[in-house]
């Protein structure tokens, strides 16, 4: 089968930091976690995906197409990235996820089709935030903002999500409601989801395929259990940590282990 | 929702009317009044102080102000801030500058009136160019950072203006002080066409170009993520802001605030919307500066008042109101 996404020899990033040698690919209906270090290149690797950053050296495939071949309306029809920065005017919340539309208007239109508008709200109901619908985005609190933000990626009619860290700030409720949408839409839509996330327990829980970050490149790639070792925990992070096995979903958890219970 | 869009569409008729109403206000108030029927059968006077005193005023401060108007709207979409508009940034500061360096210059003798627009764009150019160049430097621009660089770059300009004053023979002097305080008083009708031709044309442009200013209002990465060229974009949008601002400040002279007040109550009344903000925004300027020009020339006949002195205490209000409100 062919990739939806893949990533070849690349290189990419600020003059003081770079990318370094990253190979990946991700089929439709992956649901795929990017974790490591703080600084060790995951947003940027999001950014070189979504266009934002320009590879120095190797190529990106969109469905078998290099993305910088690819019209920017075109490229945001197949591929969301969801937003982590709520707007400073006043929109209300409707307003806010028929934004998603844009990439979808043809030329000379000026207005949203009827079918525009039922998309934004299908999509906001299946988000569950149907009911802040007139809501300005400003008020609402961080985790319906969330939903909302998802919920516009949506609207984008999208065959991929990317998100970075979506459940940053969020409660462990809120956490997991956004987790549990996530993979719902990965299963019944057959979405696929590209998601930098920092907490290890979730991408553990949640993720089919863990990719590890370290200073750039990738250390390791594979399902949870291959990934979420307490060795390649210890070596990427420098901290000790105890890896368990979640007695209900048979995924792996990690434990913190103060300093004060290490001898050395 | 289509409610909504209703709503907006009645919110711009209605905001057609007040132009409407406005014009014809304007029309007949003055040192010499003309009631209705003298506008409908006019003598030879009256059609003299009709077509050649109050309509081209009329026309120039409905455009002027549409177009002030319009350049608040790109540069408050621009800089996220909606305290910016082309007075605050020193845009006009600068505009005017170019202007008074055309009349020291005496490029207006020699290329003659389209001088004007021209060195008018090229200053407000310069300080965009410059703001450009500093945001850049530093990142994203704070917002006190910003303004205050603006009202400094506004003060070098007057300075600069003045020095240019003092080192003027008499005959240069008497041009640069007849423009300063040049106020809507213009008759000049190639000046005029000009300034109606630039904001009709930027009215139509930004309404191709609403949906990616509307993109554009949540942030540079996230217009990016809706497939728009923001790059590409951004350029184009300095450049119109600036086009509007120069051309409206070298016919006009500056009239600060418009492109604050007039954006700022159009948002609030039918939202951040571009599809009707840039429309809203058109009405009402032209509208504003209009009701503000005959305010100023009639509230105390048979003097008349500059009209930014209208325009700025409203202006000025309001600017303090929202920074209050924003720091509140």
């Known amino acids: ?264 | 929702m289509l409610n909504q869009i209703i709503k907006r569409f009645v919110f711009l008729f209605f905001l057609f009317l007040l132009v409407i109403g406005a014009l014809f206000l304007s029309l007949i108030t003055g040192p010499v009044s003309i009631s209705v029927q003298d506008l409908i059968n006019p003598d030879q006077k009256t059609f003299t102080i009709i077509y050649s005193i109050r309509l081209p005023r009329i026309v120039l401060a409905l455009s002027a102000g549409a177009s002030l108007s319009l350049a608040g709207v790109i540069l408050q979409t621009l800089f996220r801030n909606p305290l910016v508009e082309p007075y605050t940034l020193g845009l006009s500061g600068g505009a005017s500058l170019g202007v008074a360096l055309n009349l020291l210059a005496g490029l207006n003798h020699t290329i003659g009136s389209l001088s004007f627009p021209l060195t008018g764009f090229a200053g407000a150019f310069m300080v965009i160019l410059f703001l450009y160049a500093v945001s850049l430097k530093r990142g994203m621009m704070r917002l006190q950072g910003l303004l205050l660089t603006g009202v400094m770059i506004s003060f070098i300009s007057s300075s600069l203006i003045m020095l240019i004053m003092a080192l003027s023979r008499i005959e240069g002097l008497h041009g640069i002080i007849y423009w300063m305080m040049g106020s809507l008083d213009e008759n000049v009708w190639p000046l005029i066409g000009i300034s109606v031709f630039i904001s009709f044309s930027s009215l139509l442009y930004l309404l191709f170009n609403s949906l990616s200013l509307n993109a554009l209002m949540l942030g540079y990465e996230e217009a990016h993520h809706l497939g728009i060229n923001v790059d590409a974009l951004k350029k184009r949008l300095f450049f119109l802001a600036c086009l509007l601002t120069g051309i409206t400040v070298s016919i006009t002279g500056i009239i600060g605030f418009v492109g604050l007040v007039v954006p700022h109550i159009v948002r609030s009344l039918s939202g951040p919307d571009h599809r009707f903000l840039i429309p809203g925004s058109f009405l009402a300027g032209g509208g504003f500066l209009l009701l503000a020009d005959t305010v100023a020339r009639t509230i105390i006949t048979p003097v008349e008042l500059p009209v930014g002195v209208v325009t700025g205490i409203t202006g000025g209000s309001l600017f303090i109101y929202i920074l209050l409100k924003k720091s509140g």
């Open chain 1, 1 to 264: 089968m062919e990739a939806l996404l893949e990533i070849k020899d690349l290189v990419a990033g600020y003059p003081s930091f770079f990318l370094k040698d990253i190979n990946l690919s991700v089929s439709k209906g992956d649901f795929c976690g990017i974790i490591g270090p703080n600084g060790s290149g995951k947003t940027t690797l999001l950014k070189t995906i979504s266009g934002l950053i320009r590879p120095a050296k190797g190529k990106i495939y969109l469905k078998g197409k290099e993305i910088k071949e690819i019209p920017r309306k075109e490229f945001a029809r197949s591929i969301a990235s969801v937003s982590q920065e709520p707007p400073q005017e006043d929109l209300r919340a409707e307003e806010y996820v028929l934004l998603g539309r844009i990439p979808h208007f043809r030329r000379f239109q000026f207005f949203e089709t009827p079918r525009d508008r039922e998309l934004a709200l299908k999509c906001m109901e299946l988000t569950g935030v149907l009911h802040l619908k007139d809501r300005i985005v400003g008020e609402l609190s961080s985790g319906e903002r969330q939903l909302l933000f998802i919920a516009r990626g949506l609207a984008q009619e999208p065959e991929m999500l990317l998100l970075d860290e979506p459940v940053a700030h969020l409660d462990i409720a809120h956490q997991i409601q956004v987790m549990d949408l996530l993979k719902r839409l990965n299963s019944e839509l057959g979405l696929t989801m590209l998601i930098v996330l920092h907490d290890l327990n979730l991408a553990g829980e949640y993720c089919e395929r863990l990719i590890l970050l370290k200073e750039g490149s990738i250390y390791r790639c594979g399902t949870p259990s291959e990934v979420i070792t307490y060795q390649t925990i210890e070596e990427v992070y420098r901290t000790v940590v105890i890896v368990r096995e979640n007695p209900l979903s048979k995924k792996p958890f990690v434990l913190p282990v103060p300093s004060r219970y290490i001898r050395v």
